[in-house]
């Protein structure tokens, strides 16, 4: 199983929006065949591992990191490719949690007289594809959000100055996230006082991520700009923003351009909000949403849709506001802290700022739980993780 998970990993950067799967079948204590998901349309783990495997499937134990699908999607369902096979066990290291599976794969299986285990690795599994399985229990993507910071959390210098606060490795850590992500969550003060492309480059990845996906392989994820007031208009397309890949512009409904450069669509989404969708460019459009009690973009609903497009994880890089009103929402699922070796001052600007806790008791500051923490050159990379209530 602990390679069938090795194999699984393989397929973070391309799968979306399926899950990372692996397979590896073992016969008479050898390995005959194995196989991974690579991206959404092609072989599923266990057709991959089959094909592979050939008439020695028959007699098999089949380890998968998920159980196998037992419906008709893009791909016919694995179960019965396993059945046909002649498997003769089948190791799942969890159940798949989407509705059109929970628990239909492995009762298929037991029905056509092939054993069946669950739970081993199941950790390991959960945490591989937790968020394809936060998607399928909310709808609603699983939300990263990174800040790069100075020893005293600080991003920039009092006068806005600000490039570069962290080393390379550090940066090319960052656009390891965004390779992950489905789309990227910025604020409009940051593409308009930085200009920036909000691009996965390959050339700057980690020679690890390069060694599993080549440039033909990347995705780059949609840019999406929380602009409640409608700042950016049809003449601010020379931003780099525009250059390359996708923009969904989010607007509040009641900001003054509502209504103006072309035709709406509406879209009712699963927590009953009511949205509307216009295309501005062919690269472009806008999105209209509720405003939250401050007037800003409801950030729930903003979730709500990209959940409805079925992206699974999304990485917010963004400026320390709106930064912070996703924590202060609880809305972040893992946040990577990158801090540099330096100190700024107090006149600073600050990394995150967030009100002080309810009745201003530790007991009630919003708690993670470290994952890990990593040497990056000079810097230091803190992975955490929202911690369950």
Partial sequence: MRRALKLAKRGRYTTSPNPCVGCVLVRDGMVIAEGYHRKAGTDHAEAAALKNAGSAAAGATAYVTLEPCSHYGRTPPCAKALIKAGVRRVVAAVEDCNPQVAGRGMRMLREAGIKTEVGLCAQQALYLNRAFFKAMRTGLPYVVAKSACSLDNKIALSDGRSQWITGAKARADGQRLRARADAIITGVNTVLADNPQYTVRYEELPAKVRRVISAAQLRQPLKVVLDSKGRLNAKADHLALFAQGNVLQVCVKNASAFGQEGQMRVITLKNGSELYLQQVAENWQRLWVDADVDGHCDLLSVLYFLGSLEFRQILVEAGSTLTSAFLSAHLVDELFVYAAPIILG????????????????????????????????????????????
């Fill in 346 to 389: 107090k006149n600073s600007l600050p990394a995150l700022a967030l009100p002080e806790p309810e009745s201003l008791a530790i007991a009630h500051a919003q708690a993670f739980k470290v994952k890990s923490v990593k040497r990056l050159g000079d810097d230091v990379r803190v992975q955490l993780q929202k911690r369950e209530a």
